[in-house]
């Protein structure tokens, strides 16, 4: 005898169909989010990294784009860190488990044109890879790692500027100026290390522009002109962000890892 009841379209017919439907739309939510690597040794106690995270989700939500940030700690960066992720963000907070590692990763997104952010310890980290392969010093060093180290790029602050907010000038014409649409800005930091004085001329004659500094003319953001987005800032833009204004720094990287090619 054969069952004439209606088919009622939209009704589970059970509990193993509804698991089967909603596992099919978190797989097909999960293949349309792009994923940013923050590097760091995360700590939940430190205030620039869970500002990290936020102002990650202020820009993406502005955006409208499906971005998440996942924290890789530099002692697990490996060669398939960007068959995984399409953007890097060096947070805030060393010196990091594995300065090699980190510095390999910041080669990578250089050459290869990956969305590269970089703040505080991350624009430290941007300059001593830069010194180190580019400018050929070798031998260049971060004084939290080696403070008697003989070519150190980074070296420790006269004056620290942790907790310090502070007045930003940006070159006219930069990248940074374009983002801000200004060419002054008031940030917070979180640093004792920054680019050595002494140093300040090499970076300066080679491609890597000196884009901000602050009132006393102490380098304080740098950038990549031909690069799709290479941007390291001495201040933490992050901790400024908030849900009705996301930091324009971090929409502007957002972007630029939305419209990157996905990761294979």
Partial sequence: MSDDSPVEIGVAAGSSDQSHFSRTIKRMEEEQMTYIALLGEYTSSFAPHVATEIALQHSSAILSTAINGDWVSTQDIDESLFSRYSGLWVAPGSPYKNLERTLWALEYARKNCVPCFGTCGGFQ???????????????????????????????????SLAGREMEIRFESGSRVAEIYGSTLAREEYYCNFGVDPGKVGFLASSGLRISGSDSEGEARVIELPDHPFYVGTLFVPQTRSTERQPHPLVTAFVEAVAAAPPSN
Wanted: charged share 20%; proline share 3%; aromatic share 14%.
């Fill in 125 to 159: 980290h941007m300059v001593l890879e830069y010194a180190r392969n580019v400018l050929h010093y070798r031998d260049a060093q971060h004084a939290e790692y080696d403070p008697y180290a003989s070519t150190l790029f980074v070296s420790r602050l006269a004056c």
